[in-house]
Antibody, heavy 125, light 106 residues
Framework: QVQLVQSGAEVKKPGASVKVSCKASGYTFTSYGISWVRQAPGQGLEWMGWISAYNGNTNYAQKLQGRVTMTTDTSTSTAYMELRSLRSDDTAVYYC??????????????????WGQGTLVTVSS | DIQMTQSPSSLSASVGDRVTITCRASQGISNYLAWYQQKPGKVPKLLIYAASTLQSGVPSRFSGSGSGTDFTLTISSLQPEDVATYYCQKYNSAPSFGGGTKVEIK
């Protein structure tokens, strides 16, 4: 069965960086992409970006450009999301989700059918 | 950027009622639209993709329709286990989510 298992909760100080991992199993990792979505306390869902596990192509949300980097390690079927220069409003639950890969465009394109369990990142001095 | 606007932001209905949630895109997105259900404290769950295709395992009381800019999620007969917040998402370039609709039982 498809599973996405994320790393544990993190507490960081403002200005620090955080790197969240998402280990996939139960499917061919390189045939899909991984999306990252976050949810601040009591708020809605925010798309952060996605990465193709096939070719490493990425597309980030404009508001996070320059602060976020998404990578994959195909040898371990693991995706990573690093967010730098953390601020208090980055406090949120961070989710990874499987996304179909569009081989025509070379980018992920589609719905998120399987999700990780979420990783709480708290930014506080 | 294309904005996704959901309405209403919340609703209260009785068990057995037909419930309709609307999602409007600021520009046409063809059928690149998904609907998710998120129960309190839980991970979002995919209900509908390609605007009207029911995800495997999702009860048939859920249905989606629309194309272009106007989309609808319908629950044909509301059940207690449907209490949740529902989100639409456009997923062609630069995906984004609607603000959510909280569904409660009257």
């Amino acid at each position: 069965q498809v599973q996405l298992v994320q790393s544990g909760a993190e507490v960081k100080k403002p200005g620090a960086s955080v790197k969240v991992s998402c280990k996939a199993s139960g499917y061919t990792f390189t045939s899909y992409g991984i999306s990252w979505v976050r949810q601040a306390p009591g708020q809605g869902l925010e798309w952060m970006g996605w990465i193709s596990a096939y070719n490493g192509n990425t597309n980030y949300a404009q508001k996070l450009q320059g602060r976020v980097t998404m990578t994959t390690d195909t040898s371990t079927s693991t995706a990573y999301m690093e967010l730098r220069s953390l601020r208090s409003d980055d406090t949120a639950v961070y989710y990874c989700a499987r996304t179909p890969h569009d081989f025509w465009s070379g980018y992920p394109l589609g719905e998120n059918d399987y999700w990780g369990q979420g990783t709480l990142v708290t930014v506080s001095s | 950027d294309i904005q996704m606007t959901q309405s209403p932001s919340s609703l209260s209905a009785s068990v057995g009622d037909r419930v309709t949630i609307t999602c409007r895109a600021s520009q046409g997105i063809s059928n690149y639209l998904a609907w998710y259900q998120q129960k309190p404290g839980k991970v979002p769950k995919l209900l509908i993709y390609a605007a009207s295709t029911l995800q495997s395992g999702v009860p048939s009381r859920f249905s989606g329709s629309g194309s272009g800019t106007d989309f609808t999620l319908t629950i044909s007969s509301l059940q207690p286990e449907d209490v949740a917040t529902y989100y639409c998402q456009k997923y062609n370039s630069a995906p984004s989510f609607g603000g959510g609709t909280k569904v409660e039982i009257k």
